[in-house]
């Protein structure tokens, strides 16, 4: 009998001793994220973070990460189901989602102000300013994006009347700015960078030239109602992870060697395109920023039918106070 009793405290005592010890895995919370668009600075640093320093997996979660090919491909993958999270998608896209009753929700902001986008010509030209493009060809990506609503309104603003074009992604924009096809392209953050520094093309616009642009939230991150239901403490853990994230963005060199070799430039270049085009402030996840402006916008743009109340708008990012105390 004592050597019986012996045996079962013996045991007792190595399994509290396994648990305890360090390195033995533990479950971790799977979390399926889609990423909108791969390494631009605000919409991959979560990604090279843990890729760094595994933030997601010190929260216990397991990062599945899905590349889409933009803001409206990473929402629908959400309203599918078959992710739980879409990191920075447009924020006119994901309140036009939402009010039409598709199951998703706000959980914060990403991206306040529109610094990262930006409008160029070639050095040799006399266009200065949007002021000068008057009948010269302007270029945005795609009708109804972001590119197409800023320009719109830089446009406007400017009291200009160039024609606007729509010329894809910034890759073929450019292409068709130096073979003279187009007047100014556009650009976002680090892309062709370096020829500003070479002085090949001299930049004549930023997406923070449109009025009220510079304090509006113009991308979010959204998850899915079912997710958010089910699984609110995971949800609560990721968005802490994500911001610690972006602390680390800021505050670790290793981030801009990262995001330099992404782009396959140099850690100078990435650090001036980060301080100018992605200050930190940009990056707070919370409040939504000039949402009043986002409705409109979307108004304009008949994705909303017409303004959303008090009430509506209240509900909408009641998420972005539970998940980013």
Known sequence: ????????????????????????????????????????????????????TGVFKNAGIELEVLWTQGGSDCQQSVVTGSMDVCMHTGILGAIAGWAKGAPIAIISATSTGAGDLWWYTKADTAIRSIKDTNGKTVAFSRPGSSTNLLISSIVAAADATPKLVSTGGPSATLTQVMSGQIDVGWSAGIFAADLLGQGKIRRIASGNDAPGVATQTIRVNIAGTEFLKSRLDVAKRFMAAYREAVDWAYTNPKALEMYAAANKSTVEVA?????????????????????????RQAIADKMLSGPLSPEQIREMLRYVDILNP
């Open 1 to 52: 009998m004592a050597l019986t009793m012996w045996l079962k405290r013996a045991g007792a005592v190595l399994s509290v001793a396994v648990l305890a010890a360090p390195g033995i895995a533990h479950a971790l919370d799977k979390v399926k994220a889609a990423g909108s668009q791969r390494n631009f600075w605000d919409t991959t640093v979560f990604y090279f973070a843990d890729e760094a």
């Open 271 to 295: 650090r001036t395109v980060r301080d100018q085009m992605y200050p930190r402030s940009s990056m707070v996840t919370k409040p939504i920023g000039n949402v009043e402006l986002s409705i």
